[in-house]
């Protein structure tokens, strides 16, 4: 994997222009895109600027923060506070996802997804009214570990970082999730299997390279 340098603001406009041309091939309804990456990494940063550039060239777009399906504290602490392994097995509700998320985008649905459908500040549900995405439109999932779980994602972006960049950037009080980003780098293998992998280890100075052939392939890098 040759990673070239790049500005967030050109790949965001190159990885959306190729994003737009994807979306109208025939047959398509919904393009699903994700946005892969530990909390360190800030993946909610870049689904929001490609979200944004997508909405530009007339795409309506939904993102989704997977944060806004955690399940319920008395689950996700059910092993104690500080539990790697059921942070990576059990925090996200990857059901609910299926059922509210990505379940009205397959062929013959309704196009009616719920953005959220748990507050974790507050435990208990957010009461979120349902969101339209006409077809045509893109959904935007972005979060940590998005992988391993069958989501069917047309495009992949993983915003990849070091061990020691990734301990560097995540807050003393969250290092206990380290662990379940190790057991994610072995299993999953993010990084090979998305169609687009920024390093981001420097978080001003971003490097990428995207998979050949690949719809999200910017200009053409092998």
């Known amino acids: 994997m040759h990673l070239r340098p790049i ?22 309804l919904w393009l699903r895109i994700a946005v892969d990456g530990a909390p360190a990494a800030q993946p909610d940063r870049f689904a929001a600027r490609l979200a944004d550039a997508l909405r530009e060239r007339g795409s309506p777009t939904l993102s989704i923060d997977t944060h806004g399906f955690l399940r319920p ?22 059901g609910a996802l299926w059922r509210e998320v990505f379940g009205p985008l ?6 009616r ?20 995405l006409p077809p045509g439109g893109v959904l935007v999932v972005h979060g940590p570990l ?14 990849a970082l070091s061990p020691g ?10 290092r ?4 379940a980003f190790a057991r994610y780098e072995a299993e999953a293998a993010p990084a090979e299997t998305a169609d687009v992998v920024v390093r981001a280890d420097d978080p001003k100075r971003p490097a990428w390279w995207a998979r050949s052939g690949s719809d999200a ?6």
């Open 165 to 174: 960049a990734l301990r560097r950037r995540t807050p003393q009080a969250e």
């Open 113 to 132: 997804v719920l953005p959220d459908l748990w507050d974790p500040e507050r435990d208990r549900a957010t009461r979120s009214a349902y969101a339209e």
């Open 73 to 94: 504290a008395s689950l996700r602490f059910e092993y104690g506070h500080e539990d790697a392994d059921s942070y990576y097995d059990g925090w996200f509700d990857t």
């Open 7 to 28: 500005t967030w603001e050109r790949l965001t406009e190159a990885v959306a222009d190729r994003l737009s041309a994807h979306r109208s091939a025939p047959g398509d």
């Open 146 to 159: 998005l992988l391993g779980h069958w989501f069917p994602f047309d495009c992949v972006v993983h915003l």
């Open 217 to 222: 392939d910017p200009e053409g890098t092998r």
């Open 176 to 179: 206990w999730t380290l662990p």
């Open 106 to 111: 397959e062929s013959g649905g309704s196009g």
